[in-house]
C-alpha cells in the first residue's frame, strides 16, 4: 500500500465550481503538507505549503490538514480554465531527507 | 530569474549508451534532488543532495549515479542506460531540506 493515497480523477467541471482535491496517508509522523500544479511538458509547481494540521488561504486556494483523520485537501473556488492542470500532494516528516507524493489529480475546468 | 535549468529536455538514446543530464539552479539553494515520474507511480525520488559533495539514495537509485561537486549543479548518469529507465526526469531544489522544492521543467528519456 501507498504511503500517500490521492483521489485519481480525471476531474471535470463547469467554470466557476468549487473543487476539492484530497489526498490520505499512512505515516503519522508527517508534519509539512504541500501542494503542487503541473501543467503539460512542465514541472510542478508550489502552490500551497502548510505545516501540521489547520487550514491555509491564499487567494482562491484553500489548503486544509487534518492530521487525526490523516487527509489533506485543498479546494479552488471559482474554478479558471486555467486552473486546468495536474495537482500533485507531497508530503514530508521532519528532519527527513524527501517528500513523498500522491499520483496527481487532472482536473479539467470548461469555459 | 530564479530557475532550475535541465538539459537536455528530450533524448532518445540506446541500452548501454552513457548519458548524462545536467541541472543547474541559481538560487543558491543547499538541497537537490532527482525524482522520476511515470504513468500510475507518480513522482520518485532517485537520488537528493544536502550539499555540496553529500548525496544519499532515494527511493529508486538503482542504475543512476550522481555527483555534487558544485552548489549550483546536480548533474544525474545513467552509465548503462536500459529501457525500464524511459521516463520523465525532474531536477529539484530548495534553499534547505526543509523548504518546498522548485521544479525544472523536465526531461523526457526514451531509452530503446
Known amino acids: 500500500q501507498k504511503e500517500v493515497e490521492q483521489d485519481p480523477g480525471p476531474l471535470s467541471v463547469p467554470e466557476g465550481a468549487i473543487v476539492s482535491l484530497n489526498c490520505t496517508y499512512s505515516n503519522s509522523a508527517f508534519q509539512y503538507f504541500m501542494w503542487y500544479r503541473q501543467y503539460s511538458r512542465k514541472g510542478p509547481e508550489l502552490l500551497m505549503y502548510?505545516?501540521?494540521?489547520g487550514n491555509k488561504e491564499d487567494g482562491r486556494f484553500t489548503a486544509q490538514v487534518d492530521k487525526s483523520s490523516k487527509y489533506i485537501s485543498l479546494f479552488i473556488r471559482d474554478s479558471q480554465p486555467s486552473d486546468s492542470a495536474t495537482y500533485l500532494c507531497?508530503?514530508?516528516?521532519?528532519?527527513?531527507?524527501?517528500?513523498?507524493f500522491g499520483d496527481g489529480t487532472t482536473l479539467t475546468v470548461k469555459p | 530569474e530564479a530557475q532550475v535549468t535541465q538539459n537536455p529536455r528530450y533524448l532518445i538514446t540506446v541500452t548501454g549508451k552513457k548519458l548524462t543530464v545536467t541541472c543547474s539552479q541559481n538560487m543558491n539553494h543547499e538541497y537537490m534532488s532527482w525524482y522520476r515520474q511515470d504513468p500510475g507511480l507518480g513522482l520518485r525520488q532517485i537520488y537528493y543532495?544536502?550539499?555540496?559533495?553529500?548525496?544519499d539514495k532515494g527511493d529508486v537509485p538503482e542504475g543512476y549515479k550522481v555527483s555534487r561537486k558544485e552548489k549550483r549543479n546536480f548533474p544525474l548518469i545513467l552509465e548503462s542506460p536500459s529501457p525500464n529507465q524511459t521516463s520523465l526526469y525532474f531536477c529539484?531544489?530548495?534553499?534547505?531540506?526543509?523548504?518546498?522544492?522548485?521544479f525544472g521543467d523536465g526531461t523526457r528519456l526514451s531509452i530503446l
Open positions: 543532495s544536502m550539499n555540496v559533495e553529500v548525496t
Open positions: 529539484a531544489s530548495s534553499l534547505t531540506k526543509d523548504q518546498p522544492q522548485h
Open positions: 502548510t505545516y501540521s494540521s
Open positions: 507531497a508530503m514530508r516528516s521532519t528532519n527527513a531527507g524527501k517528500s513523498t
